[in-house]
């Protein structure tokens, strides 16, 4: 899960910091009770194959949940989890802000009860480069909590999401705007990505990353060995007959093949 960094030059918004206080631990502002609507909550992103409709259903309630009760580590998470889904497939940008603005929330809450949750970290930079996707206002400040945000959790080596440390900080590096605008580097995104791939080879998010690079470092150092590595990736991890969707990840992969495709088809 990434960001496309667009617009960084125009934002000037701060990515909020603002928490759930919520009505108290015992109680919910709703008629059904706090571990009902938890437990909806989780058997609707269970549910297979996912949809858009029914994380949409489990992001209502864990929101009714974390209104009358924002004081569950566990469950914040759950919720920012399903606020990066929505922010990374529902396929209206309008929509999706308030989606992944609740989720800086829940992780922002997280956060307040365990300063050094690596999890909580990782959601917390990723939300926060989706929110600059969603709204280019925030996008200068975003691309700066990224990187903060990632850069922190690879000095601590956390292997959190697949290698998401890497993969996310080598996206915002490949598609930022240089300095001094922003942290845009071609080089180190290089050496980010490849090292998602080195450290979670299996999880096809990295591998298509990976090849957007390559077809990045073809263009920029006039190599076309690294076109066709990129190629390879995509058929080997994403496009070819013995490429298999990580379990329970069948939408996810079937929207990353997409994209391969989209590489492919720019990448003659």
Known sequence: MVML???????????????????GKNGTANAEGFEVLVAHARAAFAQQPRSVESVRVARDKYAQ?????????TVLLEAARVAMWLGEFMPSRQERRPIVKDGIAYTNTALKLSPDNIEARYCHGVLAGMLGDVDHDYGLNAAKTVDQDMRGLIEKNADVGHAGPWRVLGVLQMRAPGPPTSVGSLRNARRNLLTAVEKAPDWPENQLYCAEMEFAWAKDRNLPAEAESARNRLQKYLLGSEAKAPAGMEFEFARWQEKARELLKNNP
Request: with cysteine; net charge negative; proline share 4%.
């Open 5 to 23: 960094v667009a617009a960084i030059a125009a934002g000037c918004r701060y990515v909020p910091d603002d928490v759930v206080k919520g009505n």
């Open 65 to 73: 949940a974390i209104a009358g009760r924002a004081d569950d580590l």
